[in-house]
């Protein structure tokens, strides 16, 4: 046990906290409103502020802050019935509440008990701040149970008594639960790397670095280390206790540092979160600083818990709230049926308008039934892609498309671009992952005015007086324009990523525009391809080597499709797009349809597509390759699990990809716990999964060996690759974007098909959300 004299003041830890002197409560936020005024402005706005959802009597700033999170809170009683705190009516509400509630100790905070009551199981009382012991507690509970369900039902929990409780503060607690700091367009992320942490762990607690470093590398996780090192660390005061919003505030005031001397500030800033971390929180703290949580919570579980939580306990009832629990009273059947189709309509909206900033706010004030009348598509705040589905083979489009008029299109090997055009002329470029490229292209931003407005200087019947605002769905490939034609993508990777001058650019693009998905006010997600199309065409004006439609034929011919497919390829593309016209035509946000298929031309070689895998070990080499890799250890990614699952090995292919691997700071002394396989395939040297990989294959086969998609196929055996070839680096993508179990899965039950020659049946479809 050690003993460390407090290196922060009260009040340094208090701000820390967000509870203690006036104004440090909002300095993140009054920081991240200050940038705000300085972005565009948001579309929507709800009509009044979060804090406002709750009317009760307003309890002076400094006696809230000043009072213990354990005191007794006297609620107010209900305007109806006498009851105690404990009972609920026999209608779900919440009767009244006739004596002083002493909030639970944070440390017997459970949301996943039975019969939750979001005001007495709560351990905080009415307007005061949540404690972020309160959310690393539902964290707990969540990684101890791997079973979706229950889960979701857990942080529904915590999000209902935020909602009752403490309503200005539900952002910041999902905003925690996803481990983001906002909106992916924004682009704030704290990027810490694990040797800070070391080092800011080992100042914290008075620990020399070197034992930091070896207790992670036995545990496999810092978190934990950081927790055991706080527990056992006696100071001279009891530092004030941590807030989920004052967390929140620290964490987005780390990511926006920057300068030479930023970081040590970051580390000053860690280290006042260590110090005042109580039990668990530590853990927590560190993983979200270290970017995975690894609690196994997908956001699609995060929307079905806010789902759950503004229709079980609906805000704005002022307090105490009448209604604790609107699904009492109804069948099980029923009340599984309701949540679900009030989750839906989350999902579904949230596609549209994927910004919890803008939805919230709304979802309080309107709830769930009336969002798609409040949030609708808006340009400057980027949707998730509709991706297409591999196929085998011409045969199995024809198949799938026997009934339906559809059109073949280039694949163009470049980079998704969604271009975002406002009404006040400003030109935005967003990633496939919603990330912000706008510095990225200068030379697109520069040529969309042209092609959008020499529309009006042609005469079409159809075509609309301007374009006022729209989203186009793009490519952006590299383009020589002295032999005017594609380059590889690897050309196109050679471009610097952020902040570019177009007096400096090396590598020229084309942008090709396939689809539009919002004009002038009007959203067209609805309406069919072959609309889109021709509002696509009617609208812009192509320009060579500048910007052009993609290349595309109408037709249903065996023959006609391989030829294309063969011109495709001479004309430096992956392939073919095949896509519906009229019927099932629209397009399916954030979804892998099989409303568009993609078509390659070795895909008739072997399996229907490429994968993108995870390098998670290395093999030494032999013979000629003594001192290099010879081999690696590649794996798919578990949304569910969030675990890394083996699925092939593959040989080094080149010198380069040695260079990379062999840095110190991506080579692991253990597997990370997250990581799945069998000892049999034990590498000599186990990676850091921060890099992707394009792979190709003959096909798939179940493996007694591999990890990849187990329990999907077969109970207890995974799938494997046969003959992985690797094809490039996909610098692109982030290791969590790689190719997922259940798409293994897919890819191998479509294989399976086709090789029986059995009929193809209605998959289902990948959602993102």
């Known amino acids: 046990m050690q003993e460390v004299k407090g ?42 502020a979060i804090s406002s959802f709750f009317a009760p009597k307003k309890v002076p700033v400094a006696k809230a802050r000043k009072a213990d999170e354990r005191a007794a809170v006297e609620i107010p009683p209900a305007s109806t019935g006498s009851a105690t705190a404990s009972s609920n009516g026999s209608d779900g509400t919440a009767g009244s509440f006739s004596k002083q509630v002493a909030p639970l100790d944070p440390m017997e905070y459970n949301p996943s008990k039975s019969s939750y009551h979001p005001i007495q199981d709560a351990c905080w009382g009415h307007g005061q701040r949540v404690p972020y012991l309160a959310v690393a507690r539902t964290f707990e509970r969540i990684e101890e149970v791997s079973a979706r369900l229950k889960n979701i039902e857990t942080l529904s929990n915590l999000f209902r008594s935020v909602i009752a409780l403490s309503p200005s503060d539900i952002l910041p607690c999902i905003y925690l639960c996803l481990n983001r700091l906002g909106p992916a367009y924004k682009g704030l992320e704290l990027g810490i790397g694990e040797t800070i942490l070391m080092k800011a762990v080992a100042q914290a607690t008075g620990r020399q670095l070197d034992q930091i470093k070896v207790e992670a590398q036995e545990k496999g996780d810092l978190g934990l280390v950081a927790e055991s090192s706080r527990s056992n660390q006696r100071t001279m005061f009891t530092p004030p206790k941590l807030s989920a919003a004052g967390v929140f505030s620290k964490l987005q005031e780390i990511a926006r540092m920057t300068g030479s001397a930023s970081m040590n500030k970051k580390i000053d800033i860690i280290k006042g979160l260590f110090v005042a971390c109580r039990h668990s929180e530590a853990r927590y703290i560190t993983r979200s600083l270290g970017g995975k949580l690894r609690i196994g919570l997908a956001e699609q579980s995060v929307l079905s818990a806010i789902a759950h939580a503004v229709s079980l306990t609906p805000p704005g009832q002022g307090f105490p709230p009448e209604v604790l629990d609107a699904g009492q009273g109804k069948s099980a059947e029923a009340r599984k049926a309701w949540l679900e189709e009030q989750t839906q309509i989350l999902k579904q909206t949230f596609c549209e308008l994927p910004s919890y900033d803008i939805i919230v706010p709304i979802l309080l004030e309107h709830r769930v039934e009336s969002l798609p009348q409040h949030c609708k598509i808006t340009p400057g705040i980027p949707l998730k892609p509709m991706l297409a589905q591999p196929t085998k083979g011409i045969g199995e489009v024809l198949k799938r498309f026997e009934e339906s008029a559809f059109t073949c299109e280039y694949k163009y090997d470049g980079e998704r671009a969604q271009i975002h055009i406002l009404e006040n002329g400003d030109v935005h470029i967003y990633s496939r992952n919603q990330e912000d490229n706008t510095s990225k292209y200068p030379d697109i931003i520069s040529r969309i005015p042209k092609v959008r407005d020499a529309i ?59 689809d539009i998905l919002y004009l002038n006010g009007e959203s067209l997600v609805k309406e069919p391809f072959s609309r889109r199309r021709q509002l696509l065409h009617e609208s812009f004006v192509e320009t060579e080597g500048k910007f052009l439609f993609a290349t595309s034929m109408d037709t249903g011919s065996l023959d006609e499709i391989s030829e294309f497919l063969d011109q495709s ?109 069998d000892s049999s395939t034990e590498p000599n040297h186990w990676l850091a999964a921060v890099q992707v990989w394009e792979v190709k294959c003959a096909d798939l086969s179940i493996s007694p060996v591999h990890k990849a998609a187990i329990g999907l196929v077969d109970e207890e055996k995974g799938i494997s690759l046969r003959f992985p070839r690797f094809l490039r680096v996909r610098d692109d993508k982030k290791p969590e974007e790689a190719t997922t179990s259940s798409q293994v899965a897919e890819l191998y039950k479509q294989q399976q098909q086709i090789q029986n020659q059995q009929p193809l049946e209605k998959a289902e479809e990948e959602d993102f959300y």
Request: hydrophobic residues 35%.
């Open 7 to 48: 290196q922060h003041s009260a009040i340094e830890l208090a701000e820390v906290n967000g509870t203690s002197e006036e104004g440090a409560v909002n300095k993140g936020e009054e920081d991240s409103a200050e940038q705000g005024a300085q972005e565009k402005p948001e579309p929507l706005k709800p009509s009044r």
């Open 456 to 514: 009006g200087t042609m005469s079409q019947p159809l075509c609309p007086s301007t374009v006022r605002s729209c989203i186009l769905d793009a490519e952006a490939v590299a383009w020589d324009p002295e032999k005017r034609q594609i380059q590889p993508f690897q050309v196109l990777t050679t471009r610097k990523r952020k902040d570019v001058e177009a007096a400096d650019i090396k590598v020229q693009v084309c942008l090709y525009a396939f």
């Open 569 to 677: 390829i001479k004309d430096s593309c992956e392939g073919l797009m095949v896509k519906t016209l009229e019927v099932d035509a629209t397009y399916e946000i954030a979804k892998r349809s099989h409303k568009w298929l993609k078509l390659k031309k070795d895909y008739l070689e072997g399996v229907g597509d490429t994968l993108d895998l995870v390098v998670i070990g290395a093999y030494l080499g032999k013979g000629k390759r003594v001192g290099m890799y010879g081999g690696f250890l590649l794996a798919c990614y578990d949304e569910e699990s969030e675990e890394y699952q083996s699925i092939c090995k593959v040989g080094a292919s080149s010198h380069r990809l040695d260079a990379h691997f062999w840095r110190t700071d991506h080579v692991l002394e253990k597997p990370r716990p997250y990581y799945r396989w």
